[in-house]
């Protein structure tokens, strides 16, 4: 295997962690933009150059670049609930141009750019895939949508050859965006919003960093767009009944309906936001029992070689025994 220069944005969070991980195991030279490059010391311990960046500071961007080969884009705006429209789209559209824009000053060879499966929104006609229309429902799907638009203009152009993979819900060791889900279960607290029987179709985290790996190397990948997600949906009953397994402790059973709590959401967004609190419940975290989310993988099977091998009982039993043994649960 050739060892290349490679960059990662996004590396001190779940998805860049892994993947600055992994790289670092198949002997790459990795550099990684921090915007706290002092807080790193697993990346350093992979032997990851760390460098101070941030998506909004042009400048800083096109020192982190220099002599790069491959740029691996993961960073984004996603976990802080709190954050307004304009935050989202300085860090997800204009921090994406800004890296794109160093990327082509610098001459880089591919541009590996991560976007999400939210682009799609609600899927009408399951299974979606790369063609359906786009239609995001919240204002980070936005920002991913616009994203994700931009960094292919630059491949249309022919300004730089760029891939965009869009990952299902990422979950796995280090996770901590399911964790609440692994907790309410646990701790038997949690209510299914709904009637449970939409689909969803997650990505175990080393499943998806093969599949942005074969998106770096891959020939055909140039100028493409990938779904990454898992082999097959499941419904929330079925996601949670594993859970509950992989925890030991009995399946939740308690429904309620779910349009009045989305309501109820709205309303809390609305009287929390000019004190700056965070709402303890917003309608992006009621989305996720309403949204019907079920891909069709083939094309980054068929082009890439993509096959996710972590069955969804592996993978929960992986990210239950880390919680576990971090003390989170
Ligand atoms: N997790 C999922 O289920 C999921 C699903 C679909 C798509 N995605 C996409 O996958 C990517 C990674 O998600 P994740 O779950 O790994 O996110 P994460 O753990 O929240 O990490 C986000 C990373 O982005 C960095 N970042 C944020 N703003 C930045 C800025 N202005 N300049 C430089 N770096 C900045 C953060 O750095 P700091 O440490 O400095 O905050 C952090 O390293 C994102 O693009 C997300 O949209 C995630």
């Known amino acids: ?32 933009v921090a915007r706290q490059p002092d807080n790193c010391s697993d990346l350093r311990r992979w032997g990851v150059e760390v460098v101070p960046g941030d998506l909004r ?18 960073a984004a705006l996603f976990r802080p609930e709190n954050v307004s429209r304009k935050d989202m789209w300085e860090t997800n559209v204009q921090g994406t141009r800004n890296i794109l824009d160093a990327s082509v000053k610098a001459g880089v060879r591919r541009f590996i750019h991560c976007s999400t499966v939210g682009v799609h929104g609600d899927i009408k006609n399951p299974p979606g895939n790369e063609e359906t229309p786009y239609g995001p429902g919240d204002y980070y ?23 965009v993979f869009r990952p299902g819900g990422i979950y796995g060791p280090g996770d901590l965006r399911f964790l609440k889900l692994f907790k309410g279960i646990k701790k038997r607290g949690f209510v299914m919003l709904g009637s449970g029987e939409v689909a969803y179709q997650m990505v175990y985290i080393d499943d998806l960093i093969d599949g942005i790996l074969r998106c770096g190397t891959h020939e055909k990948a140039v100028g493409n767009v990938y779904i990454l997600t898992g082999d097959t949906p499941v419904t929330l009953n079925r996601l949670v009944e594993v859970i509950a397994e992989a925890l030991s402790v009995s399946a939740p059973r308690l429904h309620v309906p779910v349009t009045p709590v989305y309501v109820a959401g709205f309303i809390l967004e609305l009287l929390c936001k000019p004190f700056g609190i965070h709402p303890p419940l917003y309608r992006r975290r009621v989305d996720f029992f309403r949204k019907t989310r079920s891909f069709d993988i083939s094309k980054a099977k068929n082009e890439l070689g993509f096959r996710p091998q972590t069955e969804l009982k592996t993978g929960v039993t992986l990210t239950a025994a880390w919680y576990t043994k971090n003390n989170l649960l």
């Open 141 to 163: 799907q936005e920002s991913k949508t616009e994203g994700e638009r931009v960094a292919m203009q630059y491949a249309a152009d022919g300004r730089l050859p760029v891939v």
């Open 57 to 74: 500071d042009p400048a800083s961007l096109e020192k982190a670049i220099q002599g790069v080969d491959v740029v691996y884009h993961i």
């Open 1 to 32: 295997m050739t060892t290349e220069r490679v960059l990662v944005t996004g590396a001190t969070g779940f998805t860049g962690g892994h993947l600055c991980e992994r790289l670092a195991r198949d002997g790459h030279s990795i550099r990684a």
